[in-house]
C-alpha cells in the first residue's frame, strides 16, 4: 500500500549514477519518491539523482533505486527520494508537472501555444491557491 499520494506525469528526465546518463520519462511522482522509464536498468539500492534537462536542469532529486521491472518497451524504475530537502524539490517537480500538463491541455483545447513562462504564471493564478501544501 502507498505511503504518499501518486501524481502521475510525463516529463523528459535524465538518471545521474556513473559515467552513462540514460534519458528516461517520469511517469509519477510524490512525496516519498517517483516513478519512471528508461531503456536501461538500475540495480534496486543503486544511489542515482534524478534531472529534468528541458524543464529545470539544474534541479537534482536524489534517491535510491527501491525497485526496476522489465517491461516490454525497456524498464519501470522506482526511485525513493533522500536527503531533508528532496520532498520540498518534489513539491517543486510536482508543481513542474502541472504546469507542463496545462500548457499541453491549452494547446489542444483552445489552440494558444504557450512558453514555458506564461504558462507557470496562468497556472499559478489560476490554481497555485488550491495546491496542498507540504506539512
Given at each position: ?75 519501470e524504475?522506482?526511485?525513493a ?55
Open positions: 500500500m502507498r505511503q504518499f499520494i501518486r501524481h502521475p506525469a510525463d516529463i523528459e528526465v535524465v538518471i545521474e549514477s556513473g559515467p552513462a546518463e540514460p534519458a528516461g520519462r517520469l511517469r509519477d511522482l510524490g512525496l516519498g519518491g517517483l516513478c519512471l522509464r528508461s531503456d536501461a536498468p538500475r540495480a534496486p539500492g543503486s544511489l542515482v539523482q534524478v534531472r529534468l534537462p528541458g524543464i529545470a536542469p539544474d534541479l537534482r532529486l536524489p534517491g535510491r533505486v527501491a525497485w526496476c521491472r522489465r517491461q516490454a518497451d525497456g524498464f524504475i522506482g526511485v527520494f533522500v536527503g531533508r530537502q528532496t520532498a520540498y524539490r518534489a513539491r517543486m517537480v510536482e508543481q513542474i508537472a502541472h504546469i507542463e500538463q496545462y500548457r499541453l491541455d491549452v494547446l489542444v483545447q483552445e489552440g494558444r501555444q504557450l512558453s514555458r513562462r506564461e504558462a507557470a504564471e496562468e497556472w499559478i493564478a489560476r490554481h497555485a491557491a488550491a495546491f496542498p501544501k507540504v506539512g
